[in-house]
């Protein structure tokens, strides 16, 4: 496996990105700024087991690579859809240790996934790969379970009101992703007439 840039302070920012809306960068960007991170590791689920993906993991991977174009402290990192079967963060987070061996990873996640943690595969494992980062969005503080209560870090942000559902029910109710996601989202979304009703 290649040793890809050397980032002391790298964040892992997991997702389905179905698709990449403005919410995930202002996290980015929040978490980047706040923990002093060196970049920031956008990682597409190349197979999210627990969720029902309208698009394919090429699909999201361009919807990624697109939103964050012209960001320096952000790339897309394939590691996930290399990887066959469905995706477990322990994995995504051994195999980045191995691309970036002298870097300490922050994995960031939102407070709504981080609530389901304990049904993730090895979940007890991922304080040994990672610092946890759970943004709080609806400023109430998570449930920690305790065998990873020492590699969390509870962060509240200032975050912007935007889901990827309510993206795809707007194009699915004819409506525009104008203000939810990046322009050039909007644009790869129209052309490949992604999330329309009996699409
Ligand atoms: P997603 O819907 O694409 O969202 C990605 C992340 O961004 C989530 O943590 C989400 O937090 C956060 N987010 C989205 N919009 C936001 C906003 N406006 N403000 C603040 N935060 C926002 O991804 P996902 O399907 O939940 O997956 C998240 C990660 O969990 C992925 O890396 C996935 O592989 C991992 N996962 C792992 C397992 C396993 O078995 N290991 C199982 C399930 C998921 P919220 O959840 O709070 O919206």
């Known amino acids: 496996m290649a ?50 993906e309208q698009t394919s993991a090429a699909q999201r991977q361009e919807m990624v690579r697109l939103a964050i174009e ?3 402290h952000f790339s897309v990192s394939t ?28 994995f960031i996640v939102g407070d709504d996934a981080f609530a389901g943690i304990t049904s993730w595969k090895d979940f007890e494992k991922l304080g040994e790969l990672a610092t946890i980062v759970v943004v709080s969005r609806m400023g109430i503080a998570p ?3 305790a065998k990873l209560s020492p590699s969390v870090n ?34 790869y979304v129209a052309k490949h007439q992604l999330y329309r009703r009996n699409a």
């Open 3 to 52: 040793v890809h840039g050397h980032y002391p302070k790298l964040g892992v920012f997991g997702g389905t990105f179905d698709p990449p809306q403005n919410g995930h960068i202002a996290v980015a960007k929040a978490v980047l700024e706040r923990l002093l991170l060196d970049h920031v590791l956008f990682v597409p689920a190349g197979n999210p087991w627990q969720k029902n």
């Open 154 to 187: 509870l962060l509240e942000i200032d975050s912007l009101p935007i889901s990827s559902t309510q993206c795809r029910e707007r194009i699915a109710n004819g409506e525009t992703l104008e203000g939810l996601v990046p322009g050039k989202v909007a644009d």
């Open 143 to 145: 449930e920690v379970p």
């Open 70 to 72: 012209g960001y320096d």
């Open 79 to 106: 590691v996930d859809i290399d990887r066959e079967g469905p995706t477990y963060t322990v994995d995504t987070l051994r195999d980045i240790s191995l691309q970036y061996p002298d870097s300490e990873l922050f």
